[in-house]
Every structure is written in structure tokens, then in C-alpha cells.
């Protein structure tokens, strides 16, 4: 499975925006970049994914570089709810339906 | 929807007991996930169900774990005997896998289990 690297920690202050970085220098034609964070003491949850072109939902953006070897998770305005352990996975379009969490990026917020 | 509903939320148990930790996966949802967290390991896939069938196993740690899903709303994972190394916290998670396969992945809450 191709890898991801990311920070292991990354401070912010609240209300500023948070650029989450994620190499993946391995990635192949068919992943899809998916995110998910991991709040204190509960289970991950979804926050965006996407391919090729960059992203927007109501949680956050994903900006993708063009050869696709590395992608930044933005979140626009961080609030204190924003703390928590970010997961940048890859994950194969066909035939496998696993996610493989690494370290993630642990992002504290500072009041 | 209630989402993944684990049981119990917590676990304390000695060494060589039996634990059974039971998840409910969202009503519709084809996939079933099982995963543990350790503070050494990180999270970590142990098993995972499509339509009610074992697809891969390979990160069972031991024969002491065994995880069957009976039906499609009722998901078990058994370790016997439970060992301290046990100590984690241990996840469930659904999926329903449509026609693009980059649907997300539910968690449940967890259960932390303490062996002694």
C-alpha cells in the first residue's frame, strides 16, 4: 500500500485558518486522498476525500498538487472543536475496501 | 439514524477471562470493520465483514480472537482468553459500498477494555 507522511503535531490559533500537509510521493493513479480525524476519546469520522481536483464540503477543503504526491487538508477557521488527531489515508478506488491509519497529525488549537 | 452502537462502552476483566464486545452497524450498511487502538500500535484493522461473510482476516493478532457477524445488524468480537496485552480501546465501524467505492467509514464509539 503506498504511504503517507505527515506532522506528528501542529499548533494553531483559534479562529485563524490550519493547513494540514500530507506527502505521498508513492500515490497511484486509482487512490483517492481521504481524511479523517479522531476527536478525544471517540471514534474517527469522515472529513473530506477527493482524487485529482480540489475539494470543498462544510468541514474543510482539499487541495491536491497537480502531480498529486502530496495534498494540505484546509480547515478555514479553526475553533477549540477542531482539536484532534487528523489521518491523511490513501485508498485504492477498486478492490479494497480498508483504510490503513498511519500516525496522523496530532493539531492542537490555541485559545 | 443512531449510527454504530457498541457495547459495553467499557470493560475491566482479569487475566484469562472471556470478553465479548458487540457492535450494531447502521441499518443498510453492506461492510462491517473491526479495529483496535493501542498507544504502541495506533489504529489498527483486525477484521472485516461484507454481507455477513469474513473478507479478510489477516490482522487477527491470535487464534484467542475470533469475530463473527451472524446477521446483517449484529456483529461480535470474542477474545478467549484475554490477555493485559489485550488492553485496547476497539472500534466498529460500517460502510455501505455503492457504485463508487470511496464511501465513508462510520465509527462507533469504542469499547475500552482493561485486562488486569
Known amino acids: 500500500d503506498a504511504k503517507t507522511t505527515q506532522p506528528n503535531s501542529m499548533e494553531s490559533n483559534e479562529e485563524e485558518p490550519v493547513h494540514l500537509p500530507c506527502n505521498h510521493s508513492t500515490i497511484s493513479g486509482t487512490d483517492y486522498i481521504h481524511w479523517y480525524r479522531q476527536l478525544p476519546s471517540q471514534g474517527p469520522e469522515y472529513v473530506i476525500h477527493g482524487l485529482t481536483s480540489n475539494v470543498n464540503n462544510r468541514m474543510a477543503s482539499l487541495a491536491i498538487a497537480e502531480d498529486r504526491k502530496s495534498s494540505t487538508l484546509i480547515l478555514h477557521r479553526a475553533t477549540l472543536r477542531d482539536a484532534a488527531v487528523y489521518y491523511c489515508i490513501l485508498r485504492p478506488n477498486f478492490g479494497n475496501e480498508k483504510l490503513t491509519f498511519g500516525t496522523g497529525t496530532r493539531l492542537t488549537i490555541i485559545p | 439514524d443512531a449510527g454504530v452502537i457498541q457495547s459495553p462502552r467499557h470493560e475491566v476483566t482479569e487475566m484469562g477471562q472471556e470478553v465479548t464486545l458487540r457492535c450494531k452497524p447502521i441499518s443498510g450498511h453492506d461492510y462491517l470493520f473491526w479495529y483496535r487502538q493501542t498507544m504502541m500500535r495506533g489504529l489498527e484493522l483486525l477484521i472485516y465483514?461484507?454481507?455477513?461473510?469474513?473478507?479478510?482476516d489477516s490482522g487477527m493478532p491470535e487464534d484467542r480472537f475470533s469475530a463473527k457477524m451472524p446477521n446483517a445488524s449484529f456483529s461480535t468480537l470474542k477474545i478467549q482468553p484475554s490477555e493485559p496485552r489485550d488492553s485496547a480501546v476497539y472500534f466498529c465501524?460500517?460502510?455501505?459500498?455503492?457504485?463508487?467505492?470511496?464511501?465513508?467509514?462510520?465509527f462507533g464509539p469504542g469499547t475500552r477494555l482493561t485486562v488486569l
Open positions: 465483514f461484507n454481507n455477513n461473510v469474513p473478507i479478510d
Open positions: 465501524a460500517s460502510t455501505y459500498i455503492g457504485a463508487a467505492t470511496t464511501d465513508t467509514q462510520y
